[in-house]
């Protein structure tokens, strides 16, 4: 063979192989990964990729309050059930429970093979401390979820030190691994909440480390994943925790979250193959491309329909929407079906309430038996209802308005749209303002704010989830909003025993709400669009649109 033809066949063995190696390698791309087109790589390492879209504001299970902190928060640590994608309780921390029959008490029997990512058993006592540090009126800043115990007897009077002797509530450790839990009423969605963050057990050590919610590598956590990198405002990383005691049924080994505010760049770090999942809830696929996106990858595209409101909240303390009817006529002139059908573009429903559809009712859902009919859009009806307002506070023109909005690109989209719609209907200018996530909850519970973007998922499985919200002394009113009659129309309902009575009064505390106050203005009812590469299996996302990667893994 002579040296020109030697070269030539060298030459082109070269080329051979190295197609077979790129045909092998996944492009350089993160394993796991799509290669661009849509079509799923070969997974060779558990690594899922997700974006959140912006940052916890707390890694405290006592203290959080958001949806971020709950996709954070639900893999690294575990309540005593867990709740599956139907809805349903399945054993976690607890490996089974007993209820007596007449629905007071109830006992939780903890497996003895769960320990703390330090290696510490998780006890019963690690659940009583968690929870009386909710509890605890001393605690600063307080505890924003802490009326979710308020079930538990003597829970709301030990928080209102109305006692002051922890050991009156119904929350005792009569064993290293046995909690017994006694109610002030017979409570049917009481094991389903003892799955939510702020039910979750908390290390006895945070008592001796101030910083421990807010340095990683001093948190001590029970669940799946230990958060094991966190690089301020630009990524999470949670790596499989080997102590958890179903690390069997963990298959991924790492979850890497950008924290990315773009909808445009989560969709392109998607399509490029960076991201495994991309969308709702934590993060979001821009409306306008999420008709294409159903087109283009069918079998990566979701849509669903989560129990869940999005709505604008009024300080009925700031002017001047400490006016009724004000409050109404903004309400009243705009266009639901417009942002659905135009801006939004996910499959939302107008809302004209509150309570979410798929709440369970009597015998059918809370919504089908309760229409949402509290009020209609109506420009004429709505300068009228404007001018006899303003008339009434002395207004020859309105205070400037100003609508806040955490920063995303959906939420500004509606808010632009929903500022023209007045501005057109009304002749009022509204100015709009986008804030960092941190700030604007700050600024929201603060009452610093005239009209706040807001959203509400069911943390449980009933109508009290959505009402109980606007009492006086709840930590997530955020309005200003306070009313005897609504407020006792909650008290009376969480005491019944008979469950038409106890919908007929949350049915009349909605229509309170809404109809008569108008202390929100309901946009749409929720719908969470997303994007999944077809390798990936195991994401939960549940009834209330809350999303669960902890049991993800690639094919």
Request: charged content about 25%; overall charge negative; some cysteine.
């Amino acid at each position: 063979m002579n040296k020109k033809r030697l070269l030539s066949m060298l030459a082109l063995i070269l080329i051979v192989s190295t197609v077979l190696a790129a045909c092998g390698s996944n492009n350089n791309k993160e394993d796991g990964a799509s290669n661009g087109a849509g079509k799923p790589a070969e997974a060779k390492e558990q690594v899922l990729h997700i974006n959140m879209s912006a940052e916890p504001p707390t890694f405290d299970p006592g203290q959080a309050q958001d949806s971020q902190a709950n996709t954070a928060l639900k893999l690294m640590y575990e309540g005593l059930v867990r709740v599956d994608d139907a809805g349903k309780e399945v054993p976690a921390a607890a490996e089974s429970w007993e209820i007596s029959p007449d629905g007071l008490q109830y006992k939780f029997n903890l497996r003895k093979d769960a320990v703390w990512s330090n290696g510490d058993p998780v006890t019963a006592n690690d659940f009583v401390f968690a929870w009386q540090r909710v509890l605890d009126p001393t605690t600063v800043p307080a505890a924003p979820y802490a009326y979710q115990l308020g079930y538990i007897k003597n829970a709301i009077a030990y928080n209102s030190k109305e006692v002051t002797d922890f050991s009156k509530v119904g929350i005792k450790a009569t064993d290293e691994y046995t909690l017994e839990v006694t109610l002030e009423n017979p409570t049917p969605y009481f094991l389903g909440l003892t799955s939510f963050y702020t039910f979750y057990p908390v290390h006895a050590s945070v008592k001796n480390n101030a910083a421990w919610a807010t340095d990683y590598k001093s948190m001590i956590t029970n669940g799946a994943f230990n958060l094991s990198n966190w690089t301020t405002g630009q990524k999470l990383e949670f790596t499989k925790n080997d102590k958890y005691w179903d690390k069997t049924n963990i298959k991924l080994s790492k979850i890497e979250a950008s924290l990315v505010a773009s909808g445009a760049s989560e969709l392109s770090s998607y399509k490029s193959g960076q991201l495994d999942f991309a969308g709702a809830p934590n993060g979001e696929i821009p409306s306008d491309s999420i008709p294409t996106m159903e087109k283009q990858l069918p079998k990566e595209f979701s849509k669903k329909g989560t129990a869940g409101t999005y709505y604008y909240e009024f300080n009925v303390t700031a002017k001047p929407f400490d006016n009724a009817k004000i409050r109404k006529a903004f309400s009243m002139a705009i266009s639901r079906q417009d942002i659905v059908d135009k801006v939004t573009l996910g499959g939302q429903i107008p809302a004209y309430g509150f309570v979410a559809p798929g709440i369970k009712g009597i015998k059918d859902e809370f919504r089908t038996e309760n229409k949402d009919d509290f009020f209609t859009e109506n420009v004429e009806e709505a300068k009228k209802l404007l001018a006899e307002g303003m008339a009434e506070e002395g207004y020859t023109t309105l205070p400037e308005v100003t609508l806040i909005y955490n920063s995303s690109e959906s939420h500004k989209k509606i808010a632009l749209a929903v500022a023209d719609m007045w501005k057109n209907n009304l002749g009022v200018e509204v100015k709009t303002e986008n804030l960092e996530w941190g700030v604007f909850l700050e600024t929201r519970q603060n009452l610093n704010y005239q009209i706040a973007r807001a959203g509400w998922s069911a943390d449980y499985d009933d109508p009290m989830n959505f009402m109980d919200l606007w009492k006086t002394d709840s930590g997530n009113n955020d309005s200003g909003f306070s009313n005897k009659e609504y407020d006792q129309l909650i008290k009376d309902s969480l005491v019944s025993q008979d469950n038409n009575v106890r919908m007929e009064k949350m049915a009349a505390a909605e229509k309170i709400l809404i109809q008569d106050e108008q202390v929100l203005m309901p946009l749409y009812y929720y719908s969470n669009v997303y994007l999944t590469k077809e390798n990936v299996k195991g994401i939960s996302v549940n009834y209330n649109g809350a999303i669960d990667f902890s049991r993800a893994y690639f094919e």
